[in-house]
């Protein structure tokens, strides 16, 4: 079944761009300019994914996912931003974002993270995680692959960016996950939000 997308950005142009991007693999049932539209076209039509803008006239971007989480649970929310910012992420996260990705995303990447966003849930701390220090949870390298993987780099990019072998990304990535206990990159992001892991 093809997935269905609203995308919600006060630029046209960029809208009109990411939409001939995607439009040959998914279903894109609408456009927002601003954050109410994207609540009132999420609850209309109850999209598998919301790309959302964060900075876009109308309520601030954690009160829009926080509603359409509650009005359209099936609904995952993707950040599309120009800000990298970990604190922000975390703000976003807590109130229902599902991924993040930053607006120079590959096509692919892009098609990948849709494909595979799942509605953000709320859930008690993970066991396991609450016996260490966050700080101890993950070494310096494997935060940095963390942190690269929440902003939607593959890991072809995560190997050119850090100097090191795709299978070196891999294992970090392995042990990220096993650490974790995480089933899946989203899960990874989500759990290393909860722990703060990505403030700077």
Known sequence: MTRTVVLADDHALFRKG?????????DVVGEASDGDAAIRLAVDTAPDVLLLDVEMPGPPPEQTISTVRRRSPKTAVIILTMHTDAVLQRQLARA????????????????????????HAASPPDEGLQKSPPDRVLTERELEVIRMIAQAYTNREISKRLNITEGTVKRHTTNIYAKLHATSRIDAVRKVVRLRLLET
């Open 96 to 119: 229902g974002a599902s991924a993040f990705a930053d607006k120079s995303i590959s096509e692919d990447a892009l098609h990948r993270l849709i494909a595979t966003a799942l509605p």
């Open 18 to 26: 990411v939409r001939a991007l995607i439009e040959r693999d998914f």
